[in-house]
């Protein structure tokens, strides 16, 4: 009998399905000489410092270097203690009698990096020597799995895959674990969490958060002239700028009084905008962010939804390209695509027999090629489901597609001496612009260059010529203010994740780790998500910004190794060195072990100021001291079990609040706080007669 396990039910299903394994039994499908079971994501991880001896949190015993490392269940916190999950436990003994009664194994977990390591640590646990195969296919489809079938390859040839997963998994518990027992340690009260990749991405949202607060808003002028010839209105805008108001309106009246202006330098180019290439998981995470609003964990979690149905290919990739071979099916996907009324004036636009070719570069493809929708056409989608398989699709028709072409036209006018610039620009080429009817980028007007503005009209010019004269119609002073440094949004964070190596400031390791980023495509999302359950970080209307804890750890750790964007981004080169063969894991782990030591110590040494936090009784037992915690205040008596939830409404309850809420029955009158649909108001939070907490509002006089 061969056995088969996938990573989740509903692909076990697809997979049993086709091959008529379709007997459905207590966590696995069985027939036709299959046992088809799956895991539940991280049935098995690395154990705790408790299943090493450690309890609680001792500076005797750090830093903690286990060797072995210990395989246990997944694990559930239960109290203050972590206890095995009750339905891992019994998913892993499914999966051992399955082992057990086979002859082979197909591994057909998520081909990828965790995919890898989810069935090698269960395979690993359960102390299993069959030997076992990969079934690697790039998408859910009836005919990718049948393929896939018959192009199976030995599990050896994923070994450095298997090494490259081990390794980030005994990093990250070598630096999360021992830095934030460290830090907590330090601090003597709050608990704390540090980890390889989250620790530099906040300090890189409180580097941004204090730069745009820190920034000194600057008012500057500038002269905008409107003209009018051959029936057509234009503008011009000063190549100068002026700090001074009263200077700027000097010049302006002497501009007025002249009435005309000169035409000094005119230069036409055309410029050719490529196709873009197809989305990988981070670009797809970006680009429906800013145009839907969407996080980057509900992008990925729908993209994987989308995967499952098989109608998209595999989203978890890092790469835009797709393979030779593959390039001959995408003409029948095109004609498929085009059986969709959606669709067809889109797919209009293209040349069948001549499609754009770049998207094809087998060296970029990486495990898996870029996103591409499958020829099974999808019916009921949720609205989100369906935006972002609308994404995929014209994303895939817009590579498809010829270059844009555009004539910019730049003049430069003078009235006096003070140059004036006018910039236009003429579509020649639609290209790939017309699959969506889409001609212009939304430009960034967060930005503190001068010159940035200078915006192209989308007009056709009048014929202009060298020393012609026009008339100015009108001439008016513009006030503009400098612009500090934008809040990331969650696609500008993605980007300076991607890109973190470019925040190197020493030249030769920029240029060094310039492509190389913080985080995988397929990790990136919940090292946001993990931020904003740590409470280091929330969102704000669309951009992301730390709490008062998340600066709190910022300050104490932003010149420490652990905040290092260079240390992080070399070591995910150190990763794709090891799947390649080029480094072994035990080497990573050596220089690991090194920093991890640094790391520990720099932080024990920390001298962390205590928050003076009030001694107050609980209002509802009167006998226990309340425990007031970053996230919620409670009664440590389980009988009475009182609790207050500090974030209220989008604000958190200050120690003032709280005080006086305890003391007197009722806090100060709490501003701006917000209803569900994004409504401020202010009210008072009071306790009533059975302890419980309301709002009360004020009296509108």
């Known amino acids: 009998m061969k056995a088969i396990i996938a990573e989740k039910p509903n692909v076990a299903r697809e997979i049993a399905l086709i091959l008529n394994a379709d007997e459905k039994k207590e966590g ?9 079971t799956w895991a539940l994501g991280h049935l098995v991880a690395l154990g705790m410092p408790e299943d090493y001896g450690i309890r609680g949190f001792d500076k005797a015993s750090l830093p903690i270097f286990p060797n072995p490392f210990k395989l246990t269940p997944r694990k559930i916190k239960q109290s203050k203690t972590h206890k095995p999950d009750p ?8 999966i051992n009698n399955i082992f057990n009664q086979c002859n082979r194994i197909i591994v057909a977990t998520d081909a990828g990096r965790e995919g890898e390591l989810i069935f090698r640590y269960i395979y690993d646990y359960l102390e299993c020597t069959k030997p076992f195969e990969r079934l690697w296919i790039s998408s859910l489809t009836e005919k990718a ?32 674990i021992n830095a934030s027992q460290a830090l907590t340690i330090a601090a003597g009260n709050e608990v704390y969490s540090l980890g390889r990749v989250q620790t530099p991405t906040l300090a890189l949202i409180c580097k941004r958060f204090r ?20 029936y057509v209105d234009f503008t011009s805008l000063s190549e100068a700028y002026w700090e001074d108001e009263k200077q700027a309106v000097q010049i302006l009246k002497a501009i007025e009084r002249e009435g005309k202006a000169t035409i000094e330098e005119v230069s036409v180019d ?41 109608f998209i290919t595999y989203p978890r990739t890092g790469s835009k390209y797709i393979p030779e071979d593959l390039w001959a099916e995408i003409p029948e996907l095109v004609r498929t695509l085009n059986s969709t009324d959606q669709f067809k004036a889109s797919i209009a636009t293209l040349k069948f027999g001549n499609f754009n070719k770049r998207m094809v570069n087998d060296l970029k493809v990486t495990d898996h090629h870029g996103l591409l929708p499958t020829t099974k056409i999808p019916s009921a989608l949720t609205a989100v489901e369906k935006s972002i398989y609308q994404m995929i699709v014209y994303r895939l028709l817009e590579s498809l597609s010829e270059h844009c072409s555009k004539e910019i036209t730049h003049i430069t006018l003078k009235v006096h001496h003070y140059p004036f610039n006018i910039r236009a620009s003429k579509i020649i080429i639609k290209g790939w612009r017309a699959v969506r009817g889409i001609l212009t980028d ?51 964070l993605l980007s300076a994740m991607e890109n973190a190596g470019r925040q190197i400031e020493n030249k030769d390791q920029q240029q060094m780790l310039q492509n190389i980023g913080i985080g995988t495509p397929a990790t990136r999302a919940s090292i946001i998500e993990t931020l904003l359950g740590r409470n280091y970080i929330i969102r704000k209307n669309k951009t992301l910004v730390p709490t008062a804890k998340g600066l709190q750890v910022y300050e104490l750790i932003k010149d420490k190794k652990i905040a290092n964007v260079e240390m992080t981004a070399e070591w995910e080169t150190a990763l794709h060195k090891i799947e390649n063969n080029e480094l072994t894991k035990n080497q990573f782990i050596s220089d690991i072990q090194g920093y991890t030591t640094e790391i520990t110590n720099e932080l024990l040494l920390l001298k962390i100021p ?86 009360e509002f004020p009296e509108m006089g």
């Open 28 to 36: 696995y499908f069985t027939g036709n000489g299959y046992c088809v």
């Open 87 to 94: 339905s891992a436990l019994k998913q892993l003994k499914t």
């Open 270 to 310: 055309t410029v050719k905008e490529s196709s873009p290439l197809l989305f990988d998981l981070t670009e797809l995470q970006k680009e429906a962010n800013r145009k839907l609003g969407l996080s980057a964990d509900e992008v990925l979690q729908t993209a994987q939804s989308l995967y499952e149905k098989k």
């Open 145 to 176: 799995i049948t393929d896939g079938f018959k192009k199976l390859r030995p599990g050896s040839d994923f070994d450095s895959l298997y090494a490259a997963a081990k390794a980030r998994s005994e990093a990250d518990w070598l630096v999360g």
């Open 610 to 695: 205590q928050e003076d936090i009030p001694e107050l009784r609980c209002p509802k037992c009167r006998q226990q001291n309340l425990m007031i915690k970053d996230k919620i205040v409670k009664c440590p008596d389980a009988q009475c079990c009182w609790i207050l939830f500090r974030t209220l409404c989008g604000i958190q309850l200050s120690i003032n609040h709280i005080t006086v809420l305890i003391k007197t029955g009722k806090t100060p009158l709490i501003k701006n706080m917000k209803t569900k649909s994004g409504k401020k108001f202010n009210a008072f939070l009071v306790i009533k007669d059975d302890h419980k907490t309301a709002l």
């Open 442 to 492: 939304s430009t960034d007007s967060n930005t503190t260059e001068h010159n940035a503005n200078h915006p192209e009209m989308l007009i056709d010019l009048p014929e202009l010529k060298i020393g012609d004269e026009v008339k100015i119609s009108n001439a008016e002073l513009r006030e503009k203010t400098t612009v500090p440094p934008k809040l990331y949004t969650e696609a500008d």
């Open 211 to 230: 730069d745009h607060n820190d920034f000194e808003k600057k008012k500057y002028w500038q002269i905008q002239l409107k003209h009018r010839k051959e």
